[in-house]
């Protein structure tokens, strides 16, 4: 594990850690080609490392959105935040998912300009509103997501996904956790148009 994965707080020795958060590591490692930083910085606190990791499977695994919306959304959300981990990391896997490599850097910027339909949009409005102004979220944002087009459960998921990653990115601010530089590049060849 990358000993900079925080500059705040000390990453763990992997063989100080207990076995299943050793397993856990291993597998996405092995599925990855390396071992995404997050995973090293929360084994800080196993007790911490093991719900947050369970309720992020959770979050993608048991979802009526498309993983690309996923990522849609945790991206537009650390955008907003300026969480530089989840901005790089979460951006690789946009590219991937949506197999485009421009969207990830559109939707940092500004994903107001971004070219995702209105669906999109719309539903990034919503996980920005409740990101920035939690409290002025209300039934007309829910609606709007429902006459966008998602499920009653896809609104729920919207909501969950922003509100995880708005932990995640502030989590990842504190602890300054830094992006493997595997991210950076991730995903970045051509669109087959």
Known sequence: MDDDAMRR?????RDDLPEDLRERIDDETERAGFTPNVFAAFAYKPSHFRPFFEYHDALVEDTDLERHEVEM????????NHCYYCNVAHGALVRIYAKDPLLA???????????????HKTMLDVAVKLTE????????????LRDAGFSEEA????????????LSNRMAMFADMRPNEEFHTLGRQPRDD
């Not at 850097?105 to 209105?118: C, F, G, K, S």
């Not at 919207?158 to 509100?163: H, L, P, Q």
């Open 9 to 13: 707080f000390p990453v763990p020795d």
């Open 73 to 80: 959304i945790i991206v537009a959300v650390s955008g907003v």
């Open 105 to 119: 850097d559109q939707l940092v910027a500004n994903y107001r300009t971004a070219d995702i339909p209105e669906k």
């Open 133 to 144: 102004s939690p409290v002025e979220v209300g039934e007309d944002d829910l609606q709007r």
């Open 155 to 166: 609104v729920w998921d919207i909501g969950a996904v922003t509100a995880f990653f708005n």
